[in-house]
């Protein structure tokens, strides 16, 4: 009995392991050099960007604690370069049927009009969303916000894509701290389990005694 509550004990470890594992790569964009307080227009290792209305290449727009700080490490991006950017990455080893936790961070830039504000995402056919600009941002720096859904893969590997959607006007929202993983169980579940666990380590010192 002992041996099968580590084993089950075990498989949650594990599964808390996998969990934490994130599909995109340089979500937070560190990987990108950049002077501390200032920005710059970049090629991505790691993504593909275009401008948002097109297919035409173009380079990405990265703050180092610039125009506000970071959500997450230094670096952020801002999705209006010289005009509204969409950024693009392959998501790898997906597993048919299941499902996984999408999750960024955005902020309105400071003194910004809603109407240059807003994105959008979609992971192939599987999963979209948008936001509009909130409005004007008046304290200063960024006011994160965090956008979090959930789609079910139906194919081993699809492409995530999040692009600006306001006024193309090299004034727009900021991302930051992008993943891809799969769905953590809910607290009840793991606390339903683990209260299995103990009625099992009951019932084995109960028939211990007998």
Avoid: C
Wanted: charged share 15%.
């Amino acid at each position: 009995m002992k041996k099968i509550i580590s084993l089950a004990a075990l498989a949650v470890l594990s599964a808390g392991a996998s969990a934490a594992t994130n599909l995109i790569t340089d979500g937070s964009f560190e990987s990108e050099i950049t002077a501390a307080g200032t920005w710059q227009l970049v090629t991505p290792s790691a993504w593909t960007v275009k401008t948002a209305t097109g297919n035409t290449t173009t380079k990405l727009e990265v703050r180092n604690d610039n125009v506000g700080k970071a959500q997450d490490g230094v670096n952020f991006i801002e999705l209006d370069g010289n005009e509204n950017d969409k950024i693009s990455q392959t998501l790898g080893g997906l597993t048919v049927g299941e499902t996984y936790t999408v999750s960024f961070w955005f902020s309105d830039r400071t003194g910004v009009a809603a109407s240059s504000e807003g994105w959008s995402l979609k992971i192939g056919s599987d999963y979209a969303a948008s936001q509009a600009g909130g409005g004007f941002n008046t304290s200063g720096g960024n006011q994160w916000q965090h956008f979090t859904g959930s789609f079910t893969a139906t194919k081993t590997s699809d492409v995530f894509s999040l692009w600006g959607t306001g006024k193309s006007d090299s004034l727009g929202t900021s991302i930051d701290n992008i993943s891809v993983t799969t769905a953590v169980p809910e607290p009840t579940t793991l606390g339903l389990f683990a209260a299995g666990l103990a009625m099992l380590g009951v019932s084995a010192r109960r028939r211990k005694q007998q």
